[in-house]
């Protein structure tokens, strides 16, 4: 069915719905039904039925329409709502309450589900609750309309409609406040994070007292990895509310992204000496305290937050993510209680099931332990709309763009400071830099996000990127090397050279040697079958979307390795492969070999990497404070009898490390 067949069967649905032909409506929903649907049109169908059995009083089927889905789409907004009306049409008022209040989570533009929640919270006497649920509504009914439903729009995820909407908006009232604030976020979404940048920006220029507009401004800065200018932000806006819980912690969030972990950490405890039942502020105390390498104190933090929301998923995972700490028996009973309990929020649930995998691997339970991780991973992907064919051609694209003739002209910024350390999450870059960032000409610094930018920034041109690179002058090449070292000084600490470890950048190599002809590239390797599934059993802060399924990771891995060997191929002798499980057999041969690369003398203290103090924001933090070990190795064989997609997905031999 194309397209426009299935557009065209939907208004018909709809149309019918709108007369209340309701019989007409069924035979149009069974046609479309019989017939092969991606995921999404399958849910806009599945959503109809349910309303049209609603309305036939048809109770049962409506149901049944609404389990089928939510199990495909767990985080449809108007799913929820349609299934609090089903509950209300059968008299169940309690799990209509929990229904409209998930709608309103997952689609914040629901007016009605608001309205409806309101009179719950009024009922229940719950004034806090009532006058958040006033606010959105009164929010909500000061926009114009179809602001409002754009804002309906790019919730439900219809990105490309709610951009359309929003820009013939914008054609008629330019420069309207809510309006550019939505197109920023549809560019977030999108990740057109410059695009979204400039938005914002004008929109702070034009409307300086919006604090909305500051705050998603501040937000997008922190995205993209610009913390000096996000902190900039943040006291902008704490001096016009110096009394601003909020504010404050946004400022500590930014403060934290530079660095600046002292000053962060302040700001947190005097926010919880005022308001301890902050479940949310403890978990980032924890974050900061732990990228400090105060462990003990971060891992108190964590407890805490749990003590005040024994649902809050985030908790959970952040202790498990400590990669140290062990789950009590009545901490992982209680996870399961949580996890098992119909009013838990998704994201909630997402991470508990994480944490619930790690808890039960630590107590050799690997079946229990695989059926949670597996179980959180497929939610998780089941909120993301990736295509790991799209970025296999992504990838390949790369190959198509870059010749060796390319590299052959000297241009670009000539600063030899950057080493960039790339490669797969969980392949072993965090001990890398930690090795790299104890040697005394070297500033360790943490995942920049500026490559990423001025790739984006690349990217809404004629030609699209990365094909323009090559038509890009020696000026401006030179210009953009330049525009990298300048944004990164903020991170360095006055050393020569200083380390960029954002492992995607992989797949800007080109860009980077075009820019930075002098970088020094490590690509961090390790066993495949190790580095997928641990990106497996990680629930990541946000990107790696390729990490939530078996065979995604393992076309992942290949299309990655399949890169890399071509830019091995167009940049002889300019990247190093470190093969991980090489670093742990010899430690003081690999180091000798890294250092030799970048051209830096021998120093102990890249053999007593442990004992450097330094900030490190990755999942591997404690790790890597701590003497080389082996335990990591072979992690996967335990589970092996659940691994078949990923084997099937690397297609060889995984029993051996690659070189």
Not at 302 to 311: C, G, H
Not at 498 to 505: E, G, L, Q, T, V
Not at 554 to 582: C, F, K
Request: net charge negative; charged share 25%.
């Amino acid at each position: 069915m194309t397209i426009e067949d299935f557009q065209h069967q939907v208004r018909a649905i709809k149309q019918a719905l709108q007369r209340g032909q309701l019989s007409p409506a069924k035979s149009y929903i069974q046609d479309l039904l019989s017939v092969s649907l991606n995921e999404q049109q399958e849910a806009e169908v599945l959503y109809l039925a349910a309303v049209t059995y609603r309305l036939s009083n048809q109770h049962s089927d409506a149901f049944k329409a609404i389990d089928t889905l939510l199990s495909l789409r767990p985080d449809y907004g108007r799913g929820y709502q349609e299934l609090a009306y089903c509950h209300e049409a059968v008299g169940d008022q309690q799990n209509a309450a929990s229904a409209f209040f998930k709608a309103t989570h997952f689609n914040p533009a629901l007016i009605s589900s608001w309205k409806k929640l309101l009179l719950i919270y009024q009922n229940h006497r719950d004034a806090t609750a009532e006058q958040m649920a006033s606010n959105q509504i009164a929010h909500l009914q000061s926009l114009p309309p179809p602001i409002l439903g754009a804002y309906d729009l790019m919730y439900e995820k219809q990105f490309a409609a709610a951009e359309q909407v929003c820009r013939q908006f914008l054609a008629k009232q330019k420069h309207h406040p809510e309006a550019m604030m939505l197109l920023a976020e549809i560019g977030m979404q999108l990740k057109v994070y410059s695009d979204a940048e400039f938005l914002l920006e004008s929109c702070v220029e034009l409307y300086p007292d919006n604090e909305r507009a500051a705050l998603a401004y501040q937000n997008v800065l922190s995205k993209l990895g610009k913390f000096p200018e996000a902190v900039n932000v943040a006291r902008q806006r704490l001096s016009k509310s110096p009394d601003s819980f909020v504010i404050k912690i946004s400022l500590a969030h930014a403060l934290v992204g530079l660095g600046l972990l002292d000053e962060a950490i302040d700001i947190y405890h005097g926010v919880l000496e005022q308001t301890p039942d902050r479940p949310k502020v403890w978990v980032s105390l924890g974050h900061a305290l732990k990228a400090k390498g105060v462990t003990a104190d971060a891992v108190n933090a964590y407890e805490k937050a749990v003590d005040f929301a024994r649902d809050y998923g985030d908790a959970y995972w952040s202790l498990a993510n400590t990669k140290t700490y062990k789950f009590s028996d009545k901490m992982l009973k209680q996870m399961t209680e949580q996890v098992s309990n119909d009013a838990i929020n998704l994201d909630d649930k997402i991470h508990i099931c994480f944490a619930l995998g790690k808890g039960f691997e630590d107590n050799a339970q690997y079946d229990k332990a695989f059926a949670y991780y597996q179980q959180g991973n497929a939610l998780k992907r089941s909120t993301l709309q990736f295509d790991i064919g799209k970025t296999e051609r992504a990838l390949d694209a790369q190959q198509q763009a870059f010749s060796q003739d390319d590299f052959k002209k000297t241009q670009g910024c000539q600063a030899p400071d950057p080493i960039f350390i790339v490669g797969l999450p969980r392949a072993g870059s965090t001990l890398l830099e930690q090795i790299l960032a104890s040697h005394s000409h070297v500033d360790g610094t943490m995942e920049l996000h500026d490559i990423l930018g001025i790739a984006s920034s690349l990217s809404h041109q004629k030609t699209p990127y990365p094909f323009n690179v090559s038509e890009l002058d020696s000026a401006t090449l030179e210009k953009l090397g330049a525009r990298y070292i300048e944004q990164t000084k903020a991170y360095r600490q006055g050393a020569a050279f200083f380390i960029d470890k954002m492992p995607n950048n992989f797949i800007h190599i080109g860009l980077i040697k075009k820019i930075l002809p002098n970088a020094k590239i490590i690509d961090a390797r390790r066993n495949p079958m190790d580095c997928c599934f641990s990106g497996f059993k990680q629930l990541f802060g946000e990107g790696q979307e390729f990490s939530y399924s078996l065979d995604d990771i393992g076309r992942y891995y290949n299309a990655y390795e399949q890169l890399m060997d071509y830019w091995h191929s167009v940049l002889p002798r300019e990247i190093l492969t470190v093969q991980h499980e090489d670093v742990l057999d010899d430690l003081e041969g690999q180091v000798k070999r890294i250092l030799d690369f970048c051209g830096l003398d021998f120093e102990e203290a890249c053999l007593a990497f442990h004992q450097t103090k330094r900030v490190i924001k990755t999942p591997s933090s404690e790790q890597v404070r701590q003497p080389i070990y082996k335990t990591g190795m072979g992690q996967w064989k335990p589970f092996e009898n659940y691994l078949a997609e990923l084997k099937q997905a690397l297609g060889r031999d995984t029993s051996k490390p690659d070189n």
